[in-house]
């Protein structure tokens, strides 16, 4: 059984004919949801190629930017599956940044969630256009031919072609405007854990990174910036930095000072040589603590509503039970192991730019406005990504690039150090949350009311309608009051790894458990009973997560604790396990995640990524945050910056709930619920309730 | 300046370069193998290490003159076609996501299972705590490690 499908306007396919090149298909994935009407207007921009040469290598480039969540791998597989392809002879290559092709960005789980019909459509016409050329070959009814493995067979006749031996004549075929799908039962790939197109490369240095990459005649260089956020250059002395051996150039530009080199070291020593004197600006006195204060203070004013049902401040008052909480996250750097970086090169009326970027189209609009130049004279190559996690959705890493090269009649790669990364970041907002609830007299909650107050900042909105921030209140509570205020804080932030569903799964997944204990219920069935039956797959992954835990039946000195969120369409459950020792030393056993993501395509790039969102969120919950003191970051390195490490990894179990729905985000929607699951289960460890993250072990000790 | 003489991947090198240079960027910039990579530059996270004398070493903090005399040995070096246990036992479990700290903790795990070689998960905990991997393939990497293990 297979099901037609007709090629819509929209997929905008197209054959190149070019003599001794194969079949090469180019056809357009809309990036965003829907297209843009300037994009549906133009007509046909490709933005993905599949090509398949004469021997039968299938070479398909993507414009989606890899930087660990395996989408080199997990698209293909998509497009491989329909085309009947020999996955051993599959290649993926990197696309370059087209302005004509619209954003490239990749972010918002969306790679799948939105490439998937597409490419499968993509796939399937290249197979029938080989079917056919097979069919004409051997003068037979096509219906008669089926495709496999990289060949077109003819049963009846025992004969075989393979799609090398088939390009040449395929490529003269019209494109079919109607193509068949494969039935889902019959899929050989999708739903398979294959083995990454770039696993091999990653284990014997030959991955090119962004870091990596070299030009001829290249220089090196850093910036020397202002510690204080707003701050700027008053005066510089550049005798000492120019006196190093390999220094080339010292210039200024706008985040700072950029000393330029023939090689890393000499500009570091160049760095260290350069004497600024820095005009700190306003924010020079900024402390944590202030900014802590400012969030308290207009969590008091009345916000901006974001959901309101029922009488919340009525119900609570008349509540049997009442809750009242504060709860507060710090500000988080995305700390890719990659430091950041760019190269480019100006000369000639022209800027080419080589990135490690999750949005080359951010790249090309930033070199546009620093050189002048037309889109045309802008090219923008996208590198592999040492990690990501929203920070490379920025530009200003390429901005110091383009800003040097302007200067320079060489091409310039500027690097930053480690402590650049942490001091110069654009963080996750650190927020503070009242929110108090009521319980009627059978323990039912009856009233929540959560002010947040957060910086204002585009990447963190708990607005109810947008899919992508989650589901902000998914339990059945009759009278609920959600409202935002927000305060200028001269701290840049930017989207992090599930945006603002970390702050929000935070503070809603610990206090339903407030709730649930002040209930005397257990956690679990609490949630159960409150889940709203418009989330029937929010409620299948708790009990997925809960069951595959053995909640309820756990080990002497382990405790548990749960918490779900959806997101990026996709649903979470997590169950932790710890055991925290009388010094407060806190153990994490285990982390047993349920996701439902709709019809999986790659189920152990899913645990990966599963593994990857807890290890983040961990890392989050038990060491992370940027605090600041007289306006100056206090975290440079990993010493103070803690990552996670091996010693601390719990045992990590990903379930998949099986789905026929379409394919939705899988990057994000593990790391929301993993620190309330944690906290969660420190409380049943404890009696502790952790209302402030990272947690403090020194509030865990006992006697 | 000094002439500085050591061995990469076996081949014999004589450089003429600050003495005080790391050895990571002596790796990278000059010798142009770059599979060795740059994170902290502070001896906190791995990324950079190679072998010195089958020892693994923090190149970003490792003065150039320390190795004078020595046999270095990069990721690039380890083996000439993915014939490493290691390397083997990496692309059957899966491990990269990003990739970018792997070379670092392939060079830490192949100078543990030279000296160990059925490390226990005491021991790679110990020894593989010093890398670290923002994309949390620690799971991976143990399961690799004991893979490899058994492989050899
Ligand atoms: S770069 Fe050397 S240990 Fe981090
Ligand atoms: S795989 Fe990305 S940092 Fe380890």
């Known amino acids: ?703 | 300046m000094a002439q500085i003489a050591f061995t990469i991947n076996g081949q014999p090198k004589s450089l003429e370069l600050d003495p005080a240079t790391r050895l990571l960027w002596v790796i990278r910039d000059t010798l142009g193998l770059t599979g060795t990579k740059y994170s902290c530059g502070m001896s906190l996270c791995g990324s950079c290490t190679v072998h010195k004398d089958g020892e693994a070493i923090r190149s970003c903090t490792t003065p150039v003159s320390a190795v004078a005399g020595s046999e270095i040995t990069t990721i690039e070096g380890l083996s000439a076609d993915l014939s490493h246990p290691l390397q083997r036992a990496w692309i059957e479990e899966e491990v990269s996501q990003c990739g970018y700290c792997q070379p670092g903790q392939i060079m830490i795990a192949a100078a543990l299972l030279a000296k160990k070689r059925r490390p226990s998960d005491r021991d790679i905990d110990t020894t593989m705590s010093r890398a670290l991997c923002r994309c949390g393939t620690y799971q991976r990497i143990r399961r690799a490690i004991h893979r490899a293990a058994r492989e050899v």
Request: aromatic share 6%; net charge neutral.
């Open chain 1, 1 to 703: 059984m297979t099901a037609k499908t007709t090629i819509s306007r929209g997929d905008f396919l197209k054959v190149s004919t070019a003599a001794g090149t194969g079949l090469a298909l180019a056809f357009h994935l809309p990036l965003l949801d829907k297209l843009t009407a300037a994009q549906a207007l133009d007509g046909f921009e490709p933005n993905v190629w599949v090509s398949i040469d004469t021997s039968g290598t299938v070479a398909i480039t993507m414009h989606r930017s890899e930087l660990g969540q395996k989408v080199w791998t997990t698209l293909p597989m998509i497009l491989a599956e329909e085309l009947e392809a020999d996955w051993s002879r599959v290649q993926v290559k990197q696309g370059h940044f087209n302005p004509a092709y619209g954003g490239q960005s990749t972010g918002g789980s969306a790679s799948v969630r939105t490439s998937y019909d597409k490419l499968r459509r993509a796939g399937a016409t290249a197979r029938e256009m080989l079917i056919t050329a097979a069919a004409q070959t051997w003068d037979v009814d096509r219906s008669s031919c089926r495709a496999e493995n990289g060949a077109v067979i003819h049963d009846p006749t025992n004969r075989k072609l393979s799609y090398g031996e088939l390009v040449e004549t395929a490529a003269r075929l019209p494109v079919p405007e109607e193509v068949s799908l494969k039935d889902p039962k019959d899929f050989k790939i999708i739903g398979k854990s294959m083995k990454s197109l770039n696993a091999a490369s990653m284990v014997d240095g030959s991955a090119l990174f962004g870091t990596d990459f070299k030009l001829p005649g290249m220089l090196t260089a850093v910036v020397f910036r202002c510690p204080v956020f707003g701050g700027k250059v008053a005066s510089y002395d550049d005798s000492g930095a120019r006196a190093v051996p390999g220094v080339r150039h010292v210039t200024q530009i706008s985040s700072g000072v950029a000393v330029v080199a023939d090689d890393t070291w000499s500009a570091l020593q160049g760095r260290e040589a350069l004497k600024v004197t820095w005009d700190e600006g306003p924010n020079a006195s900024l402390s944590s603590e202030d900014i802590s204060r400012t969030l308290a203070d207009a969590a008091q004013s009345e916000g901006t509503a974001q959901r309101e049902e029922g009488d919340a401040q009525a119900a609570l008052d008349g509540a049997a039970k009442k809750l009242d909480a504060v709860y507060e996250v710090p500000y988080l750097d995305h700390a890719t192991m990659e430091p950041l970086n760019c190269t480019a090169r100006m000369g000639n009326g022209s800027c080419e730019i080589w990135v490690s970027t999750q949005n080359p189209g951010e790249a090309h609009e930033a070199a546009m406005e620093i050189t002048g130049l037309s889109a045309e004279a802008i090219k923008v190559h996208t590198l592999l990504s040492g990690g990501g996690f929203g920070r490379r959705l920025a530009d200003d890493f390429v901005r110091d690039a383009v800003e040097v090269a302007k200067v320079l009649d060489v091409p310039v790669k500027v690097i930053r150090t480690r402590d650049e990364n942490i001091q110069h970041g654009l963080y996750r907002p650190a927020s503070y949350h009242h929110i108090q609830g009521g319980l009627d007299r059978k323990g039912q909650p009856v009233a929540w009311i959560h002010h947040v107050s957060g910086p204002a900042d585009s990447s963190f909105s708990v607005s109810a309608d947008s899919p992508n921030y989650g589901i902000d209140m998914a339990y059945a509570i009759p009278n609920v009051y959600v409202d935002m205020t927000t305060s200028d804080i001269p701290v840049p932030t930017g989207p992090w790894r599930s945006v603002a569903n970390t702050q929000i799964a935070f503070v809603n997944e610990s206090f339903i458990d407030e709730l649930a204990h002040a209930a005397g219920k257990d956690p679990y069935e609490f949630r159960r009973t409150l889940i709203k039956e418009a989330h029937p797959r929010l409620l299948g992954v708790l009990d997925l997560a809960a069951e595959k835990a053995g909640w309820g039946k756990r080990r002497r000195g382990r405790y548990q604790g749960i918490a779900v969120h959806g997101c990026f369409r996709s649903y979470a459950a997590l169950v932790a396990e710890v055991s925290v020792n009388r010094r407060g030393e806190i153990k994490v056993h285990k982390m047993v995640c349920a996701i439902d993501c709709g019809t999986v395509i790659n189920p152990d790039g899913v645990k990966s990524q599963v593994e990857g969102g807890i290890v983040l969120a961990l890392t989050a919950a038990l060491h992370g945050a940027i605090t600041l003191k007289n306006g100056r970051v206090q975290q440079s390195n990993f010493h103070n910056y803690k990552l996670l490490t091996m010693r601390e990894m719990p045992v990590v179990e990903a379930h998949i709930l099986p789905s026929n729905e379409p394919p939705t985000g899988v990057g994000e929607p593990p790391v929301p619920p993993t620190p309330p699951a944690l906290t969660n289960a420190i409380f049943a460890a404890t009696g502790k309730r952790i209302r402030r993250l990272p947690v403090d072990t020194g509030e865990l000790k006992r006697g």
